[in-house]
């Protein structure tokens, strides 16, 4: 890092002065219940917090159209009323320095029962060092570390010489439409960071994903008939779901093959995420349908994953060969994964941030999720490094985010954006 002792020291008192304000941000943050199909008004908010520190504001809607033209696009689902992207761009006086891309996540996933949560996952509550709430980790709190890190910058003194893009995007949690979007509309730059939750560590990989849906049918007949007559079709989508699983496990025993992977206990996750069957309870039921979200290694295409996993569904399904075959939809995630290849710039820049911010060495993480990293390098080419604070219960009930791990990886955002980016700060205070 060439930034001298001194002026780091500014730059980490800021995020300092301003973390009470940066917690306010954030619970306001969480306030707003940015699931999907409803994350506009989460979006007007960033925009208006773009406004306010003079950013450029880039609002759109995601043209579908567009979008499915392009090969890392995954399929649409459901409707993109409000699946407007936001980017706030601060613009340098000069290029010298670096560009820099801060994206983060509006959208949040369901809550579950909110009754099994302490406080209302939509009412954020601090207790004992942490932010509870749906999205507080993944990833409100990564998109509020963004914004205060430039404060804390930009409070130094320092006016950085390389172009910044604040994104702040739908559809993570369920296709990647939303950073490739952005892509779409020509945002790029030297480098990228997403402050995803992974407990203060840089993601080396992860995963590819694919969301499925495979409709099953049965053959109906009166239940009183049922062991002579019909076919349950709830009972062949769970055998259909246990090959599946025999499926996961023969994945996940050639991790060996796979170098990011080769540690892990089990690499690849298969999940039944939903499943619907059934239409009268005297009646075998006549269809089933679930919906699954299985992991790929990175290093494989997307077609080889669906072959296997339509082969699995076919051998099964083959057994009742006189009943149709089941229908397979691919209707989410459509991804293949990503590997951030050691030693770019982007890296060591973090790398030093890191150890300035928090006093330890950077270790690395090859994650078992999917994240937008994936569309920024593999599609943008830039250099996309996740990083971010440490968060319990993401996707769960009691979410939380350790607010001190924010206060870290907010300072080692605001390091790397004054180094990155350099930074002229004559107009120091
Ligand atoms: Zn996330």
């Given at each position: 890092?060439?930034l001298?002792?001194?002026?780091?020291q500014?730059?980490?008192?800021?995020?300092?002065?301003?973390?009470?304000?940066?917690?306010?941000?954030?619970?306001?943050?969480?306030?707003?219940?940015?699931?999907?199909?409803?994350?506009?008004?989460?979006?007007?908010?960033?925009?208006e917090?773009?406004?306010?520190?003079?950013?450029?504001?880039?609002?759109?809607?995601?043209?579908?159209?567009?979008?499915?033209?392009?090969?890392?696009?995954?399929?649409?689902?459901?409707?993109?009323?409000?699946?407007?992207?936001?980017?706030?761009?601060?613009?340098a006086d000069?290029?010298?320095?670096?560009?820099?891309?801060?994206?983060g996540?509006?959208?949040?996933?369901?809550?579950?029962?909110?009754?099994?949560?302490?406080?209302?996952?939509?009412?954020?509550?601090?207790?004992?060092?942490?932010?509870?709430?749906?999205?507080?980790?993944?990833?409100?709190?990564?998109?509020?570390?963004?914004?205060?890190?430039?404060?804390?910058?930009?409070?130094?003194?320092?006016?950085?010489?390389?172009?910044?893009?604040?994104q702040?995007?739908?559809?993570?949690?369920?296709t990647?439409n939303?950073?490739?979007?952005?892509?779409?509309?020509?945002?790029?730059?030297?480098?990228?960071?997403?402050?995803?939750?992974v407990?203060?560590?840089l993601?080396?990989?992860?995963?590819?994903?694919?969301?499925f849906?495979?409709?099953?049918?049965?053959?109906?007949a009166?239940?009183?008939?049922?062991?002579?007559?019909?076919?349950?079709?709830?009972?062949?989508?769970?055998?259909?779901?246990?090959?599946?699983?025999?499926?996961?496990?023969?994945?996940?025993?050639?991790?060996?093959?796979?170098?990011?992977?080769?540690?892990?206990?089990?690499p690849?996750?298969?999940?039944?995420?939903k499943?619907?069957?059934?239409?009268?309870?005297?009646?075998?039921?006549?269809?089933?349908?679930?919906?699954?979200?299985?992991?790929?290694?990175p290093?494989?295409?997307?077609?080889?994953?669906?072959?296997?996993?339509?082969?699995?569904?076919?051998?099964?399904?083959?057994?009742?060969?006189?009943?149709?075959?089941?229908?397979?939809?691919?209707?989410g995630?459509?991804n293949?994964?990503?590997?951030?290849?050691?030693?770019?710039?982007?890296e060591?820049?973090?790398?030093?941030?890191?150890?300035?911010?928090?006093?330890?060495?950077?270790?690395?993480?090859?994650?078992?999720?999917?994240?937008?990293?994936?569309?920024?390098?593999?599609?943008?080419?830039?250099?996309?490094?996740?990083?971010?604070?440490?968060?319990?219960?993401?996707?769960?009930?009691?979410?939380?985010?350790?607010l001190?791990?924010?206060?870290?990886?907010?300072?080692?955002?605001?390091?790397?954006?004054?180094?990155?980016?350099?930074?002229?700060s004559?107009?120091?205070?």
């Amino acid at each position: 890092m060439k930034l001298n002792a001194d002026l780091a020291q500014r730059i980490t008192a800021a995020v300092d002065a301003q973390f009470d304000a940066q917690i306010e941000f954030t619970k306001a943050l969480v306030r707003l219940p940015s699931l999907r199909e409803r994350e506009a008004s989460a979006q007007d908010f960033m925009a208006e917090a773009f406004r306010e520190r003079s950013l450029e504001i880039d609002r759109w809607k995601i043209d579908v159209e567009e979008l499915k033209r392009h090969p890392g696009a995954s399929p649409v689902a459901s409707p993109y009323a409000e699946a407007f992207n936001v980017v706030g761009t601060y613009r340098a006086d000069s290029n010298e320095g670096r560009s820099l891309i801060l994206n983060g996540h509006i959208d949040v996933v369901p809550t579950g029962p909110e009754e099994r949560w302490r406080t209302p996952p939509f009412q954020p509550s601090v207790r004992e060092g942490r932010l509870y709430g749906r999205g507080a980790g993944d990833m409100k709190a990564g998109l509020a570390a963004n914004l205060f890190a430039y404060d804390a910058v930009r409070a130094a003194g320092v006016r950085p010489k390389g172009r910044i893009h604040f994104q702040s995007v739908v559809e993570e949690e369920c296709t990647g439409n939303g950073a490739l979007a952005c892509l779409l509309r020509g945002y790029t730059a030297d480098a990228a960071i997403i402050p995803e939750p992974v407990d203060e560590h840089l993601l080396r990989a992860n995963m590819g994903l694919l969301w499925f849906k495979a409709s099953v049918a049965g053959d109906p007949a009166h239940a009183s008939g049922a062991y002579s007559a019909g076919l349950n079709a709830i009972k062949r989508a769970w055998k259909i779901w246990q090959r599946l699983e025999a499926l996961e496990a023969q994945w996940n025993a050639d991790r060996g093959a796979h170098p990011h992977y080769a540690d892990h206990p089990h690499p690849i996750r298969f999940n039944l995420g939903k499943i619907k069957g059934g239409e009268w309870v005297s009646s075998v039921p006549a269809e089933c349908t679930i919906e699954v979200r299985a992991g790929l290694y990175p290093e494989w295409t997307i077609e080889r994953g669906k072959a296997e996993i339509e082969a699995a569904i076919a051998e099964v399904a083959a057994e009742d060969a006189h009943l149709p075959a089941p229908a397979i939809c691919y209707h989410g995630f459509h991804n293949g994964g990503y590997v951030l290849e050691p030693g770019s710039p982007a890296e060591l820049a973090l790398q030093a941030a890191h150890e300035a911010a928090c006093g330890e060495t950077l270790q690395a993480l090859a994650s078992t999720a999917s994240t937008d990293a994936r569309i920024l390098g593999v599609f943008g080419k830039i250099p996309s490094l996740v990083y971010g604070p440490t968060c319990v219960g993401a996707h769960g009930i009691d979410e939380y985010v350790e607010l001190e791990s924010v206060r870290r990886i907010t300072k080692t955002i605001a390091l790397f954006i004054a180094d990155w980016c350099g930074g002229d700060s004559s107009g120091a205070s």
